[in-house]
């Protein structure tokens, strides 16, 4: 399913900002590997599902970590969290309603969040509808809305239906070869999304419109006066800045997290393998750490799991991480944020060359090392080629990053590659002063 898209998460110019913002630091937090609620292998009658959580695990996590003592209110957070679609039920009915049971749930992928702006086609919408009239009726019949919509959609798609026909042929093929827990759940996230995208009018919307229309429309009074909206806006970004929001307690724990993690690489502490070069003569710390290194220590390869970013800012990890991505024939990903970096730090006087230089080889038509994004990107970069700024390339750097961290990065780490690095990786012994 290709639908074009534009990803404003890093800039507040649509309604709700903010409040989707907040959502997702709460999805984010029920991630966390270590704080975040337990993922593990569920049981649906005879398929099971991976990385599933209950509403049960749900509910009692909200009650623990945001200080939550009454149910009733813990049970409506998550049930409209569950309908924005950050997580969704793995069932056929796709219930957005969470109660405290046994129900398995799983989060669904951030490349779907309402937040990054979805424009989802009407052809998108009629392959998905007409796939499923290919489908078992008794697991995938369409309601009598659906089906209205479906003979809406094709008689204004007359022109291409042959081509939207052929796509839920290929669709529907694909998805045979597929395991039944792997089928169970790209259903179930699949009708999460366009729930969220087309909400048709029976049934229940946290907006009571439809998410996306509501997200996206702008107030016309705003265009009479805009100085004035953007000191408003400038005073209410100042605000929230300035908002301490988060319990000393909390703060305390995060960082004392945070320090047991990195104790080891900071030298004040006396971690400084094999001696520390500002109280002794031994300078071998400085040539273990250089940029780039032949063998560099284990300590330094187990910091590049930590994060993508860690390994991104490590030239060692960088050029470890090249020669995966250059096996996987995915390079142009990475050279292209590396170049996307470099035009940060250009003289002003090259930055026009530079720029025109990156979207020869990684945008242009013709461009040899093309990389993924959209045509609403695309299309903005085109239009500020001729008097480009550093920031150009932003929104397609994010995006690239993004999906690099998603795929290659996380293929990375459970490569022989890796484990190879692991193994040869030196520990230097310590020294006596």
């Given at each position: 399913m290709e639908i074009s898209h534009n990803h404003l998460l890093s800039k507040p110019s649509y309604p709700r900002y903010f409040a989707f913002q907040k959502m997702e630091n709460v999805i984010k937090a029920m991630q966390h590997r270590q704080t975040g609620i337990a993922l593990k292998s569920q049981k649906l009658f005879l398929t099971t599902i991976s990385n599933a959580f209950t509403g049960e695990d749900l509910i009692d996590w909200l009650e623990k970590n945001l200080g939550i003592d009454d149910i009733d209110e813990a049970l409506h957070l998550a049930t409209l969290l569950c309908r924005f679609g950050y997580f969704f039920q793995v069932t056929e009915n796709g219930s957005t309603s969470v109660k405290e049971d046994s129900e398995l749930y799983r989060f669904q992928s951030p490349y779907f969040?309402?937040?990054?702006?979805?424009?989802?086609g009407q052809t998108d919408y009629a392959i998905y509808l007409l796939k499923r009239t290919m489908r078992n009726q008794e697991k995938h019949a369409l309601n009598d809305s659906e089906i209205s919509i479906l003979e809406d959609l094709r008689k204004k798609l007359a022109h291409q239906w042959d081509f939207v026909?052929?796509?839920a042929d290929y669709q529907i093929k694909v998805l045979k070869d597929r395991k039944k827990a792997e089928k169970t759940f790209l259903d179930s996230q699949e009708k999460a999304f366009w729930k969220n995208m087309r909400s048709i009018n029976e049934s229940s919307s946290v907006l009571e419109e439809d998410i996306r229309v509501s997200m996206m429309q702008e107030n016309?009074?705003?265009?009479?006066?805009?100085?004035?909206?953007?000191?408003?806006?400038?005073?209410?970004e100042q605000s929230l800045k300035n908002r301490v929001r988060t319990k000393s307690s909390q703060a305390l724990q995060s960082l004392c997290a945070y320090s047991e993690i990195y104790n080891e690489y900071d030298g004040f502490f006396g971690h400084c393998q094999p001696s520390n070069p500002w109280i002794s003569d031994d300078t071998t710390m400085w040539e273990i750490s250089a940029p780039l290194v032949d063998q560099p220590t284990q300590l330094r390869v187990k910091k590049?799991?930590?994060?993508?970013?860690?390994?991104?800012?490590?030239?060692?990890g960088v050029r470890e991480f090249m020669k995966f991505c250059e096996l996987e024939f995915s390079v142009e990903n990475l050279k292209f944020y590396l170049a996307c970096q470099a035009v940060r730090r250009v003289p002003t006087s090259e930055l026009l060359l530079l720029v025109h230089k990156i979207y020869k080889e990684h945008l242009s038509p013709e461009a040899g090392a093309e990389v993924n994004i959209n045509d609403t990107i695309r299309n903005k970069i085109t239009k500020s080629l001729d008097n480009p700024s550093r920031d150009i390339f932003y929104e397609a750097e994010k995006h690239i990053f993004e999906l690099m961290?998603?795929?290659s990065y996380s293929r990375f780490e459970q490569s022989e590659i890796y484990r190879n690095l692991i193994e040869k990786a030196t520990i230097p012994a310590p020294k006596k002063r």
């Open positions: 969040w309402i937040s990054t702006n979805w424009n989802a026909k052929m796509q016309p009074k705003f265009s009479k006066k805009d100085e004035f909206i953007r000191k408003k806006i400038h005073f209410f590049w799991l930590f994060s993508f970013r860690d390994l991104l800012s490590d030239p060692t961290k998603k795929n």
